[in-house]
Structure formats: C-alpha cells, structure tokens
C-alpha cells in the first residue's frame, strides 16, 4: 500500500471519529430543583451566522424538547416562567486543511530507488460550531454549558433536522438527568475550549 493510501485511510478514519463535545457547569447549582425548561425570547439563537436557515431554530427546539422531556424534565407553559431557560449559539468558520506525503518515482513495479518528492493535498471546508447554554432566571446566572464543533457536510445542509438530533444529542447526553445532583455528568473536556 502507498503512502499516499495510508495517508488517506488515516484521514478517512479520523472522520469516523466522533467530534468531541465539551461541557461546564455551575457547581453550587442545585439541579434536583429544576423540572421546567422554556427557550429564549424571541429567538432561542442568541447568535448565528449570517445567512443561517431561518428553520433551524425550530429544528433545534424540537430536538432539544425531546432530549429533556428523555431525561424527565418538562417544557413550560405559554406564560410560565421555566426553571431553565436554553439558548443556542451557532458559528461557521470556512477552513484550509493542507496534508503533505511524500511520493517517490519508480522504474519498475518493486524499485523504490527513483527520486522523492513531496506532495500536498489541499481540501477546503466549512467548520460549525453549536453551543447550547442553561440560565437560571431565578439567580440571573448561566448553570450549564455544552459545545462541540463538526465539519458541515452537504448531507447535513440537505438534512438539517436529522443533524440538529444528532447534534443536540450527542451534546445534551452529558446534561444532568432530572433530579440528579449539581455534579452531574459533565464532558470528556469539562470547561475546555469554552
């Protein structure tokens, strides 16, 4: 196998990975005691990049209601206040990734004696990056913060739906189950890259 097959199975590989998802909480909050939770006013993006879908709110909610309806928390009435009140920050960044390998000329099918050289794969691409934050409008305090950052493919521009459940799922897993403690699961980077 080339060089240049490795370098590509290497990368290739490294896309299967799931893209890591980082998270913060307050300590001192007490989530036994929250069991609502409601969306920003009057949109539940606080910040998106220009030109975002107008849907994608809708897809973020109704995503983010079903994971913490799962982990037993209920979404508040038209004109209750929530114990929770959850807002996404969205960003996009275009991005360069450039790998270098070397290749070599050969004269014949098992000589390796022909001269090096390097070559380079350049491959362009688009960063997003969802942030999910939980205020406590009692304490006018943020208690929980969940981030991640994953290439945006062209299946998730045609699919938007499917990839806000899965965004939003991967990060909400780690948000503490109603009635569990302040020191509840937190991610793999507690209070990194924030």
């Not at 450039?98 to 004696?113: A, L």
């Not at 948000?175 to 937190?186: L, Y």
Request: net charge negative.
């Amino acid at each position: 196998m080339s060089l240049r097959s490795l370098s590509l199975l290497a990368l290739a590989a490294a896309g299967c990975a799931a893209p890591p998802v980082f998270t913060d909480l307050d300590a001192t909050a007490d989530f036994s005691a929250y069991q609502t939770f409601g969306f920003l006013e009057p949109s539940s993006v606080a910040t998106g990049p220009e030109g975002m879908n107008p849907m994608l709110p809708g897809h973020l909610e109704r995503a983010a209601s079903a994971d913490l309806t799962d982990l037993g928390y209920r979404r508040c009435a038209e004109g209750e206040t929530p114990d929770l009140v959850v807002s996404f920050t969205l960003g996009a960044r275009d991005r360069v990734q450039e790998t270098e390998y070397p290749s070599f000329y050969g004269r014949g099918r098992y000589d390796w004696g022909g001269p090096y050289y390097q070559q380079t794969d350049v491959r362009h691409y688009t960063e997003g990056t969802l942030c999910i934050d939980f205020f406590d409008p009692a304490r006018d305090a943020p208690v929980w913060h969940g981030k991640t950052v994953r290439t945006v493919t062209r299946k998730l521009r045609e699919d938007p739906a499917e990839a806000a459940r899965e965004v939003i799922g991967a990060i909400l897993e780690r948000f503490p189950a109603r009635g569990a403690a302040g020191d509840g699961p937190s991610g793999e980077a507690q209070g990194a890259d924030s």
